[in-house]
Nanobody, 118 residues
Framework: VQLQASGGGLVQAGRSLTLSCIAS????????MGWYRQAPGEQRDLVAS???????YYANSVKGRFTISGTNRKNTLYLQMNNLKPEDTATYYC?????????????WGQGTQVTVSS
């Protein structure tokens, strides 16, 4: 299984970016894909996730500004980020939990940098 993330960049506060992630390989029908982010010196935190059944989760810090979406058939995941703030600056990682149990194997993409200037 491989995850390929793209779409990061440098933007001014208040602007938007969309991140994309494509998963390839032996992807199970039941899975959860999500976006994590990690700022320098900080831990990696979950930003948003989406199950193959369509259920979504958002961290409080991004609710109302970020939207996660995806297509099961193409194993793609998107993160639409609106009204970006300097505190959103981080490396964003695509994540896949391949299966429906807590012990399902997890995979990470390579990370894409998002920098928001004030």
């Amino acid at each position: 299984v491989q995850l390929q993330a793209s779409g990061g960049g440098l933007v001014q506060a208040g602007r938007s970016l969309t991140l994309s992630c494509i998963a390839s390989g032996n992807i199970f029908n039941v899975n959860t894909m999500g976006w994590y982010r990690q700022a320098p010196g900080e831990q990696r935190d979950l930003v948003a996730s989406r199950t193959s059944g369509g259920a979504t989760y958002y961290a409080n810090s991004v609710k109302g500004r970020f939207t996660i979406s995806g297509t099961n058939r193409k194993n793609t995941l998107y993160l639409q980020m609106n009204n970006l703030k300097p505190e959103d600056t981080a490396t964003y990682y695509c994540h896949l939990k391949n299966g429906g149990s807590e012990s399902s194997r997890a995979y990470w993409g390579q990370g894409t940098q998002v920098t928001v200037s004030s």
